[in-house]
């Protein structure tokens, strides 16, 4: 037995078998996938006395990471998977998510959108796919649950790739295969986001983007309860981690995942052999493709369809609202629009020749700003009224920056007018009888080039080449 396998796993694989079963169990698709799911308090399935933690594929590795200590921070955001349980890796993963949410950085992309604009109007292979597959069935020329090869055909690298799969049946016990489903929705809404930003054509990120995304991959998290707590984690972790983080970017990719489980098992596949290939490229994120991908790859050939179009069917009822996400983003998002709305009106009155007041004054309650919008702003977050203060302030130091120079501008035209005076007779004498001084040049200042920024890359390029670790019985 491989030291970082479970021993006793269900698990076999096949030798000299024919090809792979297409459908799983018949008993599956008689499966109560909507009944309550309850999750012992402490998780102590997920650990052994003699061993420590697990996680993985239906929870089948440990000890993987302890001989990646260097690298263990660039390939998951825990510490020490191998010494925290899943409850603790669950605590720490929320904590993270909470400390790296940046209101400027959403703010930024709230207001200077154009880009986000082009990719969410990005059309995928999917939708394509998914309205042939629909007008087919309509028109009842297919009465299979899930496309077939017409709608989701595989190019010759891709059938390539799959013979490069190891040949394997899995014996799970139906909460497993509930919880394998419900971590195919997560890593799935991290591939189509990067899909879709990339505009279908992954670059040196995008291995970094899906295992940022993805909470079963960058902290090894095991779903249990619901689709619903599957999509919240996408949504909410889409906002604080990868470059565009935009709340309608973000359900445009979530109906990106609808559509792919809707297709079926073809699609899904298709989908991870571009997820496999991706993190094969990248070190050090192949490892993932060891812990989860290439199981995935080849269990999703036998998974049942009735219950793939079970969980794309739960999905389709799930409804976020924003405000369930945290980080008061409706009240964010509101400031921000009144402070535009401010600063249009503003510039409207100054092109038409009035004169505004200024936006801050000391001497005034609430910042300077108008009694209506300074009532608004104390049933505001702290966290919404830092922001109105700060972008206040920002064109209060404009103001002040303006008058100074006016005030410089006109000490410099009264010294010239006294300087040109003097000029003006240049044969007076002072009282000592000796000529008038002639004006001096003044001094130029001399501004030195400006310095770059550098951007530091998310993860580091370097790994030393590490075991591969295989799942046997």
Known sequence: HSSHSIPNAPLIEVIDGDKLVETAASDDDH??????????????????????????????????????????????????????????????RIAHEEASFDPDH???????????????????????????????????????????????????????????LPNKEYLLGKATQYSLYLGLVDIMFAFAYDFRTTEGEPNVESAWTVCKISSTLSWLEVFRSSVHEVVYSCLRRSLCY????HWQLSLAVLQDVRDIFHLGRRKLLQCLLIVQRTLNQTEPFYVMNDLYITDYCVWIQKASPKQIQKIAAEMDEVVVDISSLGWDLPELETAAHLVVEEEGSCSSEEHQGYTTPPIRSTSQGEEGLDEDLARRMTLRSPQTSCLIEEISSSQSEGSSEDSSDSEDSKSETSLQSEESSELENPLEESSYGSPPLQPTATDQECVGPGKGITQTSPHPSVLPSTEHHSITN
């Open 242 to 245: 990868p470059l565009y983080r």
């Open 31 to 92: 499966y109560d996938w909507e009944m309550d799911q309850v999750l012992p308090a402490e998780e102590k399935e997920d650990l052994s006395i003699l061993s420590g933690p697990v996680y993985g594929f239906a929870s089948r590795h440990r000890g993987v990471f302890s001989k990646l200590q260097e690298e263990v921070p660039s390939i998951v955001d825990c510490s020490d998977p191998d010494h925290m349980t899943g409850h603790e890796r669950r605590v720490a």
């Open 106 to 164: 959403y703010l930024a992309d709230l207001m200077d959108n154009d880009y986000i604009k082009t990719l969410m109007e990005f059309v995928p292979p999917w939708q394509s796919e998914v309205a042939r597959w629909n007008s087919l069935c309509k028109n009842g020329s297919s009465r299979d649950v899930e496309a077939d090869q017409v709608i989701v055909p595989f190019c010759e690298a891709e059938r390539d790739q799959m013979k490069e």
